[in-house]
């Protein structure tokens, strides 16, 4: 089989927008990322053991939430490719309703810790809540916007490559 000009162009344009979601989000993402707190450094409560807290604060695997990423930036590409943008929004629903349903059922803090301080409790609550929620929303647009910005390259390559 011999690939057409045109066919050749697709391919290394929508070859170069994957490369796109894999490499350079390496160098943008994780940046974005650390400027939301991190769990680990929201002191403990009074009242609770420090060990415990930093236990209670690490997350048990984080290649998961890169490889997510990941995918995340392929679905907004690859639905952009295809013209297919109802495919976005689903995901972006999806993803929404499953964060809230973790969130309400299994993550959820209680409102009291008893043998801690009330105040100093509530300080890291809001500091924990805090820092999942934008990392969620600055994973979740970065994601999308990187994507979009792959979409962008192949466009840009189909656009600009002679094609006799």
Request: glycine residues 8%; hydrophobic residues 55%; charged residues 15%.
């Amino acid at each position: 089989m011999v690939l057409d000009s045109e066919m050749f162009c697709e391919i290394v344009a929508i070859f170069a927008g994957i490369i796109f979601c894999i490499f350079p989000s390496h160098w943008i993402v994780p940046p974005i990322l650390k400027l939301v707190d991190d769990p680990k450094k929201i002191p403990p409560p009074k009242g609770v053991d420090p060990n415990n807290w930093m236990e209670a604060m690490m997350v048990p695997n984080k290649r998961a939430g890169g490889m997510l990423g990941f995918l995340e930036r392929i679905i907004v590409f690859v639905a952009m490719v295809a013209n297919a943008h109802i495919v976005i929004a689903g995901w972006l629903t999806f993803k929404v309703a499953t964060k809230w349903e973790v969130w309400g059922n299994i993550i959820q803090v209680p409102d009291k810790l008893d043998g801690t301080d009330e105040i100093s409790y509530l300080s890291a609550r809001r500091k924990l809540g805090s820092s999942v929620f934008m990392r969620f929303l600055l994973g979740t647009l970065s994601n999308v916007l990187l994507g979009m910005i792959a979409f962008g390259l192949t466009w840009t390559i189909l656009r600009l490559w002679p094609i006799q």
